[in-house]
């Protein structure tokens, strides 16, 4: 006999299994529901959650099978619907300086850039909110990327995870102690504008604050804006962090070019705004970032404009030599003009630090960040079509 060969335009259709679903980004209440709709008993839920509240964010553990503390078919029926895997990281530079630029690769292929920068007594985290930029800052590399998206809670928060696990920060399986941190401040000052990305980044801060899991102080987060005046007052409430300006003129005329966003929102509306802070204080002053442009803005009467429009304001000035990119219009002022300006800052009682450009070599120094997505595409079709 001859086996009969089905047809397959009568086959029955099979789903394809379904995407499982992250763990990371979900708050406490959420993380609660989504375990009760896995058929976890109300009564556990709130036990489960804290449990791998502690796996996940104070130990850093990406395997389900290894919660020891959590039986094993509830193991498994976790490792059948979730995951708390990372993004790849699809490349990591090193600097001379130590600086380590990570570039992560989303799950539809679109790549986000975090920076980690060490110090003598202290790391900084800068993490990014969005996949590329909206406000097309003109002295600012990311700026000349056109914004994909928005990151998720999930992405922001494991651009921390993927940094804690590179730097083996996450305390020894079985230590009750946790060593020396690393990552002590963490700062939104990568790709992308935050605010323009408020619920995500607000839920994703709110799990890295958490005391019981990755538990970076609220003191110890800087939260950096080009000004979005309806969101500012807002952040300092629901997320509570540090404020950081990116403010870089003194005129209107000039900050419209730097800073596009100011037209619609200008300085007066913006330092009204800044002024009802909330927490604002000698103790939690808003850094103003101010970008040292040659011929631009970067003259004794800036410098002196400066300190009358922020007088009343608890502050400090951020001063940061221009770091070039390929194609910038600008140049970065002088180191005796960075010190000039300098001055008639401090003589006004402002401390006003100068930022040591770190990680120029590698292109992750402020303003640089831009996702090599583009690049490592047009290099790959080069090489497909040599």
Same mark, same amino acid.
């Given at each position: 006999m001859t086996a009969l060969t089905p047809d397959p335009s009568v086959l029955p259709r099979v789903a394809p299994p379904a995407a499982r679903q992250s763990l990371l980004g979900l708050g406490r209440e959420a993380l609660r529901e989504a375990l009760i709709a896995i058929g976890t008993p109300e009564r556990q839920a709130n036990m489960r959650v804290a449990q791998l509240w502690s796996w996940i964010y104070q130990k850093g553990v990406q395997d389900f099978g290894a919660m020891t503390n959590l039986a094993k078919g509830f193991r498994e029926e976790l490792a059948a619907h979730f995951t708390v895997e990372r993004p790849e990281v699809a490349a990591l530079q090193v600097s001379q300086d130590g600086t380590r630029k990570y570039l992560l690769r989303l799950v539809e292929g679109h790549e986000v850039e975090a920076v980690?920068?060490?110090?003598?007594?202290? #790391? %900084? $985290?800068?993490?990014?909110?969005?996949? #590329?930029?909206? $406000?097309?800052? %003109?002295?600012?590399? %990311? #700026? %000349?990327?056109?914004?994909?998206?928005? $990151?998720? +809670? +999930?992405?922001?928060?494991?651009?921390?995870?993927?940094?804690?696990?590179? $730097?083996?920060?996450?305390?020894?399986? #079985?230590?009750p102690h946790e060593g020396r941190r690393r990552i002590t401040n963490l700062v939104l000052m990568g790709m992308g504008e935050p605010l323009y990305n408020f619920e995500n980044v607000r839920d994703a801060m709110n799990i890295v604050m958490d005391n019981e899991g990755i538990s970076i102080s609220r003191r110890r987060i800087t939260l950096s804006t080009s000004g979005v005046v309806p969101e500012i007052v807002r952040a300092g409430e629901e997320i509570g962090c540090l404020l950081a300006i990116s403010f870089h003129a003194t005129l209107d005329e000039t900050r419209d070019t730097l800073v596009p966003i100011n037209k619609k929102w200008n300085i007066k509306t913006l330092l009204d705004t800044l002024r009802a802070y909330p927490r604002l204080s000698n103790a939690e002053r808003i850094t103003f970032e101010y970008v040292m442009l040659k011929g631009v803005n970067d003259s004794d009467a800036d410098a002196r404009r400066l300190v009358r429009l922020i007088a009343g304001i608890p502050a400090k000035i951020n001063l940061i030599p221009f770091n070039p990119w390929p194609g910038s219009p600008y140049e970065r002022s002088s180191w005796q003009r960075i010190e000039a300006f300098a001055e008639i800052v401090n003589n006004a009682g402002y401390a006003s630090p100068v930022r040591t450009p770190r990680g120029e070599d590698i292109m992750a120094a402020c303003g640089q960040l831009k996702s090599a997505s583009q690049k490592l595409r047009k290099s790959a079709l080069k090489r497909g079509q040599a």
């Open positions: 980690y920068i060490p110090d003598e007594n202290r #790391g %900084t $985290l800068c993490i990014s909110s969005q996949i #590329g930029c909206t $406000l097309n800052c %003109t002295f600012c590399h %990311t #700026g %000349t990327q056109k914004l994909v998206r928005n $990151l998720t +809670a +999930a992405e922001i928060v494991a651009q921390v995870m993927v940094a804690r696990d590179d $730097l083996e920060e996450w305390p020894e399986p #079985g230590s």
